[in-house]
Structure formats: C-alpha cells, structure tokens
C-alpha cells in the first residue's frame, strides 16, 4: 500500500443502506510496455523493470538509511548550502546532476573511487568536470555519494550498480532510473510507484483512487481491539478487511486496509507501546497498520525510531 493518502470521495455517493465506503488504491495490470497516461503526463516514457532479486533492493532501517552530513567542504570552510528538500526531489539541481553522474563513464569512476577510499567515517572531496561531490563509507559498508550545486545539495546511496535516495518523509528507498525516482514496495515486489514530488503515482493501477465497498454488516466478521478503540471488519465471502474508529462520532471514515485477509490481530498496548494492526493474508504474507489504518513496513518504524533517528551519529574525520 502507498503511503500517500487519497482524498476521499463524497459519502452520499456511496450511501445505500448497508453499504460503507472506502478508498484504497486496487492494482490492475496494464499490458506489459504500457505506461500510464498520468505518468505520460510528466514526463514518463518508459518504467524500470521490476528488481526480482531481494538482495538488490534497497530496504535497510530508518538507523541505517542516514549519515551525518559533512560541516566543512573540501575548502574546511563551513558549508552554508541547504539540503534540497524531500518534497523537491525533482527539481532541476536533482535531475541536472543525476543525468550527468548516469553515464557508464562515471558509474566506472565510482566504481573506482568506492575500491580506493575505503575509510570508514571519512568525507572524500572530488571536482570534476565542475561537478562538486563528496564520497562516504559509513561503518555498515555503505557508499554515499553528496553532490553539491550552488546553494543546495542532495546525498544518495550507490548499491548493486544502481543510485538510491531515501525519502525520509516516507521512510522509503527510491532508485534513479531514465530521469525519474521509482520506489518498488519492498513487502509487495510487483507494485512499482513513480516519484513525483508532493505524491507516489502507481505504476500499474487503472485508477489513483478506487471506491472499494464493504457489503452489509451479516457478511461482516468483527474483530475488535482489546482496548476497544478499534474495529476490523472482516468480509468473510471477499475477504477484504476494513478498519473502524469506534468513537463516537468517530474519528476518521473506514479504512481500506487489504483483500485476501486470513485473520487479524491487534499488538498489545498495555505496555504503552502504539497499536500496530497484523493481517495474515491467504498467500501466506503479511501486512501491519497503525491505528490509523496506514500501512508499516516491517522491520522500518517501531515505538523507539523517534529515540534511534535522534541519536547522534558517531563522530566522522573530515
């Protein structure tokens, strides 16, 4: 599931009795070559292929997905540029640089320089062709490389041959391919979204947003939280599951949470610890919610990542 959250449609659209209505975004193939008229229409002319080997997908911890930016450039003169914003990342000072760094020529330079600066810890400045950037290890074996442009800067991550930016609004890995950032759900392999600044636009999804609707309460399983401030409705002849706020008036409309749902269970919150939602699926996989019925991505967010991305990293030799 994106992280995006779609506005909703008008509930009188959908008001039948015994009808509620929620919205989620449904996956439905196009034809193998085909790309999206709204992906067209900036600028998209050909999507990556999907990444089919785990290994070569970027999907490491919120700890280990940042470093400690460089204070002084290659000068020891303190930096005064701004990091270019998440929300920014296709803006001409991304795009510009990443056209030039995508060439054969300089994955091999990379290549090289990612051999012969191998000291953990240490930024490695380089000028070439007017192009400033700085090389990185950090102490889990990453290579980071920062690319510095008037007044902004931007750092990415090179792994298996490929250039990766982490969206920590999102706490999502994105890699660069033909002028654009991807993001391929690390826990769902086939779906494919296309970066696009303020929002991630599925690849293969007729439609951004689709009115899914939960038929009447005596198809419907009831699975309730044990602090009783949730509901999972469980379909039991489709098997799509809908989250439910049970205050009154409640605090958000249903949720959409999955289809193919075996069975649903609530983490325990006595420990003060927020609620996660867990729903077996019919494929033998996973899925978690918060309590707000937005999807994790296992193993990225728990109750002390505030407290992780918070500690101050180790100190680095400039």
Known sequence: MSGVVNARPSVQNYSQTGVKAAVAVHHHAYAQGTVRQKLQKIGVRVEPSLIT????????????????????????????ATQVSARHFNDGVVRDNMKLIDSPDWQSRVSGLNSTE???????????GGINYCHYLDTSGYQWYGWYSGDQYFWTRDFNGRWWWYDSDFNRWCFWNNGFWWWQDPNHIADLYCYNND???????????????????????????????????LDEQTQDAFLYDTANPPGFDPVYLASGVESVDFSDTSNGRPME?????NDGSFDMFDSQGNAYNPGLLDADEAKQGDAPPAPAVN
């Open 118 to 128: 191998n000291q953990p810890g240490h930024y490695y400045w380089h000028n070439d």
């Open 199 to 233: 929002n991630y636009v599925p690849c293969n999804s007729v439609e951004d947003q689709v009115v899914v609707t939960a038929s009447s309460d005596a198809t419907m399983r009831s699975i309730p939280s044990a602090d009783g401030t949730r509901i999972v409705k």
């Open 53 to 80: 080997d785990r290994s070569e997908l970027m999907d490491t911890d919120k700890t280990h997905s940042t470093i400690r930016f460089p204070q002084k450039g290659a000068d020891h003169q303190p930096i005064t």
């Open 277 to 281: 939602i867990i729903l077996k699926l």
